[in-house]
């Protein structure tokens, strides 16, 4: 019998799962938020500043999730541009997390929660990063 599949076939098997790590999560959720107008980037608390030293916990900074089955919830904080509308970056922000997540996981967004914990001149977010 032959094994192989033509690309039209799929293959259903009964104990199989789709898992995704959290940091994945939080990695496409960053990616997001740096494609979005007037978010000038993510803010973390002190744990993610001493987490940020040990590697890729950068991309992770100011996310976290909760994943339950098929639905994760983010809880997100950033700093935005001095003059953006944050309900207009908030809107863009949704929509795009949401679509993104659905497009490359298949997992529903839930809930997206966006602290703003600052708001800064892109001359001042330029000096605060160098």
């Known amino acids: ?11 259903v098997l ?8 959290d ?14 107008d007037g978010i000038l980037g993510m803010d973390g608390n002190m744990v993610d500043s001493i987490s940020e030293t040990f ?11 909760e994943v339950d089955e098929n639905q994760v919830t983010y809880d997100m904080s950033a700093i935005l541009s001095y003059d ?3 309900r207009a970056v908030f809107k863009a922000l949704c929509h795009h ?24 001149t892109r001359r001042e977010w330029q000096k605060a990063n160098s």
Do not use: P, W
């Open 1 to 11: 019998m032959d094994a192989t599949l033509d690309q039209n076939q799929s293959v």
């Open 97 to 120: 997390v949401e679509t993104k997540v659905k497009q490359m996981t298949g997992l529903q967004v839930l809930e997206l929660n966006l602290h703003v914990s600052d708001m800064m």
């Open 55 to 65: 590697g890729n916990e950068r991309l992770s900074k100011g996310i976290s999730v």
């Open 84 to 86: 953006a509308d944050a």
């Open 14 to 21: 009964a104990q199989s799962r789709l898992t995704f790590d």
């Open 23 to 36: 940091y994945v999560l939080q990695k496409i959720a960053n990616q997001c938020a740096q494609e979005v």
